[in-house]
């Protein structure tokens, strides 16, 4: 795993009953693919890291795991630990490669 303290640190603070908190980008998204919060809120807590991109004050983190039907979740985060929070950019399925 690339991105193992990222990795860690988002598994934490999703565990510790963290918030989550969506933007209106992110619920636009997930009602394109049919991702209910309680989805990503579910993966969270068992995902991986897999991608880390600055961006001028935070940092996002690309978590992805599966769903409780299988599908592949991807959700770009940024992890606001000093007060628990847990911001959702934006979220989608990844759709299988041939």
Known sequence: MAFENECGR??????SGARVR????ALEEM??????????????????VTKVEPTGF???WR???????GRLLVAVV???EE??????ITSWIRKRQP
């Open 78 to 80: 940024v992890a606001e």
């Open 10 to 15: 988002l598994r934490r603070l999703a565990r």
């Open 31 to 48: 009602e394109k693919d049919r991702i209910f919060r309680i989805d990503v809120e579910n993966m969270l807590p068992r995902c991986q």
């Open 83 to 88: 007060i628990r929070v847990i911001r959702v």
């Open 58 to 60: 935070d940092e996002t």
């Open 22 to 25: 969506y933007t209106n980008h």
């Open 63 to 69: 978590a992805e795991g599966r769903d409780s039907n």
